[in-house]
């Protein structure tokens, strides 16, 4: 085990560029801060997100390795190593301290929150998430389905091993800033949180329940449930259907679990879900990647293709038009007076916290105060820390 002091002097060195920090979030297994660099003026210049992440050492065990690397970091390095799509959330450095159960990532700063904060701001306000919005979470997300199971989105790598995420839901995709290509109305969905992603390849030898391992509850498919017996096969349809019931509840404002499901075992929108106040479309794509069956749903390569068809050539439907037309053109850019009470149906307004703002009043670091002990400081921090209040709606933690 490497001397504390030594842990703290390659933490600080690793932060020696940044001045402000604040805190974002902290779970169970560690905490994600955002360090500030800044002028001398205090205004800041960059963030990043810092994960830092300790765990028990149950989580250490089951945890997966790639490329040498927890798979956490791992798994992001081999989905940014292309130049086919943006969405990764980028890994900008990191640091492993494997005799502490330890590691640091350094990650491009997403400034409007995760999809967890999308929702219950559009449940306090009682709020329909605009649905163009979500086509675009759809197709980022799949994207990035993609990405995991080919490597590139237009030239599928090889050799490449499969990654199944295992732990998508609401507040594992944050909101990077908009693009200027696509959906610019919108923030960029970006999926994150790989500490429970797997590869799959043929004579993988851990059992079949290992690899289905992880996750949290209320948002795994039914085949990785542990109540499911034979429990697998581990595929990628785990994560289509938890993409689908992250669009499904984003359309309900519903918390997690389970999709509704007919007489016949079918996924519906029930005639009282706010989702059947959506495009047909979208509830029909949303239904099918929410199917009990993990055979019956459909694969990351179809829904992209899917997806590109339908905005290429929305047809008569009216729907898909207007939001083609919302996906290529910022509202402000129409060349129409569009009341005041209207443009707001199609915004979502960015978290309201001073830590998100360019001239913040931020905490600084005191380069000559020495960081707490590493060991000790954990619990320290935890307990007077006051986590960013997730509401009175409580999110499901990963096991
Ligand atoms: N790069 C980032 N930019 C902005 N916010 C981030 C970033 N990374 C993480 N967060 C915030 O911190 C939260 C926790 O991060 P993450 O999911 O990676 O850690 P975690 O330990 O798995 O937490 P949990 O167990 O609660 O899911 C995210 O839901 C998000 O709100
Ligand atoms: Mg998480």
């Not at 390795?65 to 990764?88: C, E, F, H």
């Not at 995760?114 to 979500?134: H, M, Q, S, Y």
Request: proline share 7%; aromatic share 10%.
């Amino acid at each position: 085990m490497p001397p504390v002091e030594e842990v703290k002097r390659r933490q600080r060195k690793d932060l020696h560029e940044y001045q402000g920090y604040d805190y974002l979030d902290a779970g169970g297994q560690g905490m994600v801060s955002v360090y500030m660099e800044t002028d001398e003026h205090g205004k800041i210049l960059s963030r990043v997100a810092a994960k830092d992440i300790y765990l028990d050492e149950r989580h250490w065990k089951h945890m997966e390795w790639i490329d040498g690397l927890p798979a956490d970091i791992g798994g992001m390095y081999r989905l940014q190593n292309q130049t086919t799509s943006v969405k990764p959330l980028r890994i900008e450095g990191h640091d492993v301290f494997a005799e502490l159960r330890m590691y640091e990532m350094r990650l491009e700063f997403a400034p409007h929150a995760d999809l967890w904060d999308t929702l219950k701001r559009c449940r306090a306000t009682k709020v329909r998430v605009p649905e163009p919005f979500l086509w675009y979470v759809q197709k980022s997300m799949v994207e990035t389905g993609v990405l995991m199971g080919e490597g590139d989105l237009v030239t599928s790598k090889t050799p490449w091993r499969i990654l199944v995420h295992k732990d998508i839901k609401l507040d594992n995709v944050v909101l990077a800033p908009p693009l200027d290509n696509e959906f610019p109305s919108y923030p960029t969905p970006k999926v994150m949180d790989f500490g429970h992603v797997g590869e799959i390849y043929a004579g993988n030898p851990r059992p079949m329940v290992d690899q289905c391992w992880g996750g949290t509850h209320g948002w795994r498919a039914p085949e990785r449930d542990p109540a499911y017996n034979p429990r697998g096969p581990m595929t990628q349809a785990s994560d289509v259907y938890s993409v689908g019931l992250t669009i499904y509840h984003l359309m309900n404002l519903s918390l997690g679990g389970p999709p509704r499901l007919a007489q016949d075992g079918n996924p519906v929108f029930g005639d009282s879900d706010p989702g059947r106040l959506f495009s047909p479309t979208l509830q029909e794509v949303v239904r099918c990647m929410v199917q009990t069956d993990y055979a019956s749903r459909p694969t990351f390569n179809y829904l992209h293709q899917f997806i590109a068809a339908l905005f290429a050539t929305p047809a008569d439907q009216v729907d898909a038009m207007r939001i083609k037309a919302l996906a290529t053109h910022r509202l402000e850019d129409a060349e129409r007076w569009i009341p005041d009470s209207e443009l707001w149906r199609f915004e979502l307004d960015y978290r309201q916290d001073m830590k998100y703002r360019l001239d913040t009043v931020c905490r600084f670091l005191e380069p000559e105060e020495e960081p707490e002990d590493v060991t000790e400081g954990v619990a320290g921090q935890f307990g007077k820390l006051k986590v960013a209040g997730k509401g009175k709606v409580k999110k499901a933690a990963s096991v």
